[in-house]
Nanobody, 123 residues
Framework: QVQLVESGGGLVQAGGSLRLSCAASGRTFKNYAMGWFRQAPGKEREFVAAISWSYGITLYADPVKGRFTISRDNAKNTVYLEMNSLKPEDMAVYSC????????????????WGKGTLVTVSS
């Protein structure tokens, strides 16, 4: 069992930066790929980024490539999403997720979800 708790959301101006964190509890954190999804009001949830448990693989959605960076610290059971050059269209609830592989996350085959943290981007 893995429990996921996000933090770091908030209000930022367009062009600004935020770093989201996702703290995981459970002894099997290192066995899971971790990722981030987002859901804007009135839209479907979409994949943002994923990282394999061994750092070998990172995957990004096209709209965030070059602006967002996913990383993890297995010693702290935490995954991060560094978001730079934020745009109003990045505004959404960002949720952390765990799955057996990064490609499972890309396909939204998720084992565990966090409750999410709101990112608001003002223009």
């Amino acid at each position: 069992q893995v429990q996921l708790v996000e933090s770091g959301g908030g209000l930022v101006q367009a062009g600004g930066s935020l770093r989201l964190s996702c703290a995981a509890s459970g002894r099997t954190f290192k066995n899971y790929a971790m990722g981030w999804f987002r859901q804007a009001p009135g839209k479907e949830r979409e994949f943002v980024a994923a990282i394999s448990w061994s750092y070998g693989i990172t995957l990004y959605a096209d709209p965030v490539k070059g602006r967002f960076t996913i990383s993890r610290d297995n010693a702290k059971n935490t995954v991060y999403l560094e978001m730079n050059s934020l745009k109003p269209e990045d505004m959404a609830v960002y949720s952390c997720a765990a799955a057996p592989s990064a490609y499972d996350l890309l396909a939204t085959r998720v084992d565990y979800w966090g409750k999410g943290t709101l990112v608001t981007v003002s223009s």
